[in-house]
């Protein structure tokens, strides 16, 4: 029996689509990575922007899904602080 796609499988054929989702879902990453370092890191948002000399609502923006400025100096601050490492790699894209 075939399955039908899903409407998110349909739109995900679209690689206008498909460019534009894999961003935002980058995005979404990233600022849940940082959330999750800080957490296990036992740090609040304002201890965080304290050891990395921002604002508590900065902080805020990173961890936000559609914070779109970061850079490699920003986050390995926000890994060091973390007592972390930034580990930064490319992954060969699945076959469509």
């Known amino acids: 029996m075939k399955k039908d796609k899903t409407y998110f499988e349909k739109l995900m054929q679209n690689k206008e689509f498909r460019d534009k989702f894999n961003e ?28 990395i000399n921002t604002t508590k609502s900065a902080i805020s923006r990173y961890e936000s899904d559609n914070y779109q400025g970061y850079s490699i100096k920003l986050l390995n601050r926000i890994a060091k602080a973390c007592d972390s490492d930034l580990i930064i790699d490319f992954v060969p894209k699945k076959s469509s």
């Open 24 to 51: 935002e879902y980058q995005n979404v990453c990233i600022g849940e990575r940082i959330a999750r370092a800080r957490y296990k890191a036992n740090l609040t948002q304002a201890d965080l922007a304290k050891r």
